[in-house]
């Protein structure tokens, strides 16, 4: 029997309707892999969030990077390298945000929610949650700023984003 996660193309049915429906009007064909606006943000993947309107952007103007918690990853910096050199990025600013389900609890207790629930053991991995964000992103910042694979003249920041407001309140570490 075929494992229904991939297979499932009926529930998939309005992202297909919908993309149709995109591609009809679609507008970006004239923009590059660059970041024009020399930007990018590391955030988190709620979806309460849309990175390039909280800034005043729009696409094509900076890249966007997206996990749970807004932590800086290795992949995140193996990503921030990449655009830092080849993709127009000059700028990195890190935004984590309020109500945060990443700040709220602590590992074990993930972990114990989710093999509760699921029946998943999931200990093995590192959700790299916080009960102090505004110390998390100084951390994070940090681990961007000593990074040496970095370009050297890479101006970083870190602020916290309102969920409720749609303020940013940005940290000066």
Do not use: W
Not at 137 to 159: C, H, K
């Amino acid at each position: 029997m075929a494992n229904k996660r991939y297979t499932d193309h009926e529930k998939f049915a309005d992202l297909i309707s919908a993309n149709k429906e995109y591609a009809q009007g679609f507008k970006y064909s004239e923009l590059t892999g660059s970041a024009a606006k020399g930007l990018a943000i590391v955030t988190c993947m709620d979806s309460r969030i849309n990175p390039l309107s909280v800034v005043g952007m729009r696409s094509g103007d900076a890249k966007i990077l997206r996990n749970a918690g807004a932590r800086v990853t290795e992949d995140v910096l193996r990503t921030l390298v990449l655009a830092t050199y080849l993709l127009n990025v000059d700028r990195i600013l890190v935004m984590p945000h309020t109500d945060c389900r990443m700040a709220q609890s602590d590992e074990s207790t993930l972990h114990d929610e989710i093999e509760k629930q699921y029946g998943v053991d999931t200990r093995s991995l590192e959700f790299r949650v916080t009960k102090d964000q505004e110390a998390a992103l100084e951390i994070d910042l940090t681990r961007i700023r000593a990074y040496p694979f970095i370009r050297e003249g890479v101006s970083v920041i870190g602020a916290i984003y309102d969920v409720k407001s749609g303020a940013i309140k940005f940290k000066d570490f």
